[in-house]
C-alpha cells in the first residue's frame, strides 16, 4: 500500500530562514529589552507549557463551563506566582498569557489590574492595609470585580445611576439600585467568581449629590457562596468572545456598607458627613489610566501572534503559478499577498515599540503621584504628566485597538478558506479581541476625548506656552504649516526624515482644523462642551493622524537607539509603516500641500518595493517574536512548518471519523425513512394542452 505524500512545510520554512539578513536572536533581545528578559519571558512560556492546568489545544471543543472551570483553575495557579514573585515578574507573565488565553488574562486582570487597581489608586494606606490583609493581595479569602459599568451608561461615567447614601446615624453607606438602567452590567468576574466589588455609585449625602466615588462592597459569603442579603447576582449570558471570563449583572437593595468601606485616598467623609473634596480633581484619574495602557502593550503583542501564524502559513501554501516539472507559487510570493501582509508586520513593529514607551511614562507618573506631598513643588508638572498621559493614551487605546482588529481580521482572510477554522486560532483571537474596542472606554469616545487634549495643546500653543512630549511639534506651528516636500525623485523622498516632518506638518495642520472649528463654535455663541461637539468630526480626525503619527516617532526613535547589526531592516520595517500610513491616509497630506500627487505615487512605489524587501525576511522577523508552538496554539504557526500533519491530527482528535452523530435516531433517521404520500395528478385535457 503506497503512503500518502509528505505534505509541503518543513523545507519552505528552512529556506525562508536561510534569508534572514539579520540575528535573529539578537532582534528578539532588543524587542524584550536585553539577553536577561529574553531568558525570563521563555522560563514563563515553559513554565505554562508544562503545566498541566495550562493546556489549551482543545479550547476550541470544550463546552462554556468546561472553559469558564479550566480558567478558575488557572487563576488558582496564578494567585500561587502573586505570593512567590514580584510585581515586575508577575505583570511579565501576565503579558504572556493574554497572548496564550485572553479569557484567563481578563479574569485574572479583573481582580488584579482593575479591583486591586482601584485600591492601589484609591485606598488611603490604612485602607489598602486593612484589603491587603483580608487577602486583595493574594486572592485569599476575596476575589475583587469593578462594577462600574451599568446596563444603561458605560463611558459616561458620570452620568451612573447606581446610589450611595450616607446614614449618619448609623455611620453606614446605603447601596442602592434605582432603576433597571442602573443594573451593574458586563461586570467581569461577578456572574460566577467574585466575593466583593468595587462598586462605582453617586455619593449623596443630607441630599446632595458629590458626584460617583467608589465603595468596597462584599457580594458573596465567603463559605457558602451565596449572595448577601439585598444583592441579586446572575449573569449576562452568551457574548462574542473571551467565555473564560464570566461576565454577570449586580442589584443592589438597599445594602449598606461601613462608612470606611468607601475608598478615600482623594475624597474623604468623616462621621458627621463632612466632606472633603481633593484639591485637584485630576489626581484621581491615573489610576484608570492603566487599562488603556495595557490595551495599548497587549495590542502589539496580539499583532505578533496573529502575524506569525499567517505569515508562517503564507510561506508554506502554494497556489497557481506553476511551471512544468515545479511547484505551484507560495502565496508569500505574490506582490498582493506581500502587499496585505508586510505593512501590517511593520505596524506591529510599530506598536511594540509604542507600548514600551506608553507603558514607561505611565509607571513614572504614577510613582509621581504616589510620592506627592501637599504643597509640593513638583505639583505642576505631575499635572502636566498627568494630561498627557490621559490624551494620549486615550488616542492610541483606540488606535491600536482598532488597528489589531483589523490585523487580526486580515491575517485570517489571507489565510484562505482555512481562516474560517477555528483551529487555525485565527477566529477566536479576534472573538476575543474584539472587546477592547469598546470596554474601557469606546474607542469613539476616547478618541474624542484624544482631540480634546489636543485642542487643548493647541491653544496654549497659541497663546504661548511652551508643549511638551508628543505635542511638541505644536511650538513650531507658524514655520512648520508652510513647509512642504523638496524631494525630486523617490530615492530623494525614501528618507525617514522626510516622514517624519510629513507627520509634524499634517498632524499640526489637522490639529490647527480642530482648534480653529472649536474656536469658531466660542464665537458663534456656543457653551464649550457644545462647542467641542460640534467639532467632534474634526477632533476625531486629528486624533487619528496624531496617534499614527505618534507610532511612526516612536518607532524611529527606537530605530535610533537599536543595535547597529539591526537597524537595517528595522529602517525598512519602520519606512514602510510611514509610507504605508501615508499612502492610506493621502488626504490631508496632499489638502495640506506637503506632497504633490506625483510625490504621492512615489510613495506607493516605494511602499511596494519595501514590501518585496520586507518579505525576504518575514519569517525570521516572525521568529523574533520569540513566540513558542503551545503560545501560538495554530497547526498553521508551527515552527518547523509541519502544518497539515498538524492540522489533520488536530481535527480528527476533536472529532473522532465515521462516529454516528448522536442525534440520529431523533432526527436523521426518521427524515431518511420517512412515508411519502403519492398525491394524485391533475389530468389536463387535451384543447388545455394545446
Not at 96 to 125: K, M, N
Not at 377 to 398: C, F, I, Y
Request: charged fraction near 20%; proline fraction near 3%; glycine fraction near 8%.
Amino acid at each position: 500500500m503506497t503512503s500518502l505524500a509528505k505534505p509541503p512545510g518543513p523545507a519552505e520554512l528552512t529556506q525562508e530562514r536561510a534569508k534572514a539578513s539579520f540575528a535573529v536572536r539578537n532582534m528578539t533581545h532588543y524587542l524584550d529589552g536585553g539577553p536577561k528578559q529574553t531568558a525570563v519571558r521563555e522560563r514563563i512560556m515553559l513554565q505554562l507549557e508544562r503545566d498541566p492546568v495550562w493546556q489549551v489545544a482543545d479550547h476550541h471543543d470544550l463546552t462554556l463551563q468546561e472553559i469558564r472551570e479550566r480558567s478558575m483553575a488557572k487563576v488558582r495557579r496564578a494567585a500561587h506566582h502573586v505570593g512567590n514573585e514580584s510585581m515586575g515578574l508577575f505583570k511579565l507573565r501576565m503579558e504572556l498569557i493574554s497572548v496564550l488565553d485572553p479569557g484567563t488574562w481578563t479574569r485574572i486582570g479583573v481582580h488584579y489590574g482593575l479591583f486591586f487597581g482601584a485600591l492601589r489608586g484609591g485606598a488611603t494606606p490604612e485602607q489598602f492595609s486593612y484589603w491587603a490583609q483580608k487577602g486583595a493581595v493574594t486572592l485569599n479569602g476575596m476575589v475583587g470585580c469593578f462594577a462600574m459599568t451599568e446596563i444603561g451608561h458605560g463611558s459616561n461615567v458620570a452620568g451612573l445611576e447606581t446610589t450611595a447614601t450616607y446614614d449618619q446615624a448609623s455611620d453606614e453607606f446605603v447601596i442602592h439600585t434605582p432603576t433597571l438602567t442602573a443594573t451593574k452590567w458586563w461586570i467581569g468576574g461577578a456572574a460566577q467568581t467574585a466575593t466583593h466589588s468595587v462598586v462605582f455609585a453617586q455619593m449623596i449625602i443630607n441630599g446632595k449629590n458629590y458626584g460617583v466615588k467608589n465603595f468596597i462592597v462584599q457580594l458573596r459569603d465567603t463559605t457558602t457562596f451565596e449572595n448577601l442579603p439585598g444583592i441579586v447576582i446572575g449573569d449576562i449570558g452568551a457574548k462574542m468572545g473571551r467565555h473564560g471570563t464570566d461576565n454577570g449583572y449586580i442589584q443592589f437593595t438597599h445594602v449598606r456598607i461601613p462608612r470606611s468601606h468607601m475608598l478615600m485616598k482623594h475624597t474623604k467623609v468623616n462621621r458627621r458627613g463632612e466632606v472633603k473634596e481633593p484639591p485637584l480633581q485630576q489626581l484621581t484619574y491615573g489610576a484608570l489610566i492603566s487599562g488603556r495602557v495595557a490595551m495599548v502593550v497587549d495590542s502589539g503583542a496580539i499583532a505578533k501572534k496573529a502575524l506569525t501564524i499567517a505569515i508562517r502559513y503564507a510561506a508554506i501554501r502554494r497556489q497557481f503559478g506553476a511551471k512544468d516539472g515545479e511547484p505551484e507559487t507560495k502565496i508569500l510570493d505574490y506582490a498582493i499577498h506581500q502587499y496585505r501582509l508586510m505593512p501590517l508586520l511593520a505596524q506591529a513593529f510599530a506598536m511594540h515599540f509604542t507600548g514600551i514607551e506608553v507603558n514607561r511614562m505611565y509607571e513614572e507618573m504614577m510613582d509621581s503621584m504616589e510620592t506627592l506631598q501637599p504643597g509640593d513643588k513638583r505639583l505642576g508638572e505631575v499635572l502636566e504628566k498627568l494630561k498627557e498621559m490621559h490624551g494620549t493614551s486615550a488616542g492610541l487605546k483606540a488606535f491600536s485597538t482598532w488597528s489589531t482588529l483589523n490585523i487580526i481580521d486580515q491575517c485570517r482572510q489571507a489565510c484562505g478558506g482555512h481562516g474560517y477554522s477555528a483551529y487555525t486560532g485565527l477566529a477566536s483571537l479576534y472573538a476575543d479581541f474584539a472587546v477592547h474596542c469598546t470596554w474601557e472606554g469606546d474607542n469613539t469616545i476616547l478618541s474624542l476625548q484624544g482631540g480634546r487634549y489636543l485642542v487643548g495643546c493647541y491653544r496654549e500653543a497659541k497663546a504661548g506656552k511652551k508643549q511638551a512630549g508628543g505635542v511638541a511639534y505644536l511650538n513650531n506651528l507658524e514655520s512648520l504649516v508652510s513647509k512642504q516636500c523638496s524631494a525630486k525623485s523617490i530615492s530623494e523622498i525614501s528618507r525617514l526624515e522626510v516622514i517624519e516632518e510629513a507627520f509634524w506638518l499634517v498632524s499640526a495642520r489637522v490639529v490647527k482644523k480642530a482648534g480653529e472649528d472649536f474656536e469658531n463654535g466660542i464665537k458663534k455663541g456656543l457653551k464649550e462642551d457644545e462647542s467641542y461637539e460640534a467639532c467632534s468630526q474634526s477632533r476625531l480626525f486629528a486624533t487619528k493622524i496624531h496617534s499614527v503619527g505618534y507610532l511612526f516617532h516612536r518607532f524611529k526613535g527606537a530605530l535610533e537607539r537599536a543595535p547597529a547589526d539591526l537597524k537595517p531592516i528595522l529602517e525598512k520595517l519602520c519606512m514602510l509603516y510611514g509610507f504605508y500610513a501615508i499612502a492610506e491616509n493621502t488626504g490631508p497630506f496632499l489638502q495640506y500641500g506637503y506632497f504633490t500627487s506625483e510625490q504621492i505615487d512615489w510613495i506607493r512605489e516605494s511602499v511596494n518595493a519595501l514590501c518585496l524587501a520586507v518579505r525576504e525576511n518575514a519569517i525570521p522577523l516572525t521568529d523574533s517574536f520569540n513566540l513558542s508552538d503551545f503560545m501560538l496554539n495554530s497547526p498553521f504557526g508551527r515552527a518547523d512548518g509541519d502544518i497539515y500533519t498538524a492540522y489533520f491530527a488536530a481535527v480528527q482528535k476533536a472529532h473522532k471519523p465515521g462516529a454516528i452523530p448522536t442525534y440520529f435516531n431523533k432526527e436523521i433517521s426518521p427524515l431518511l425513512h420517512r412515508k411519502m404520500e403519492v398525491e394524485e395528478v391533475l389530468e389536463l385535457d387535451e384543447e388545455d394542452e394545446e
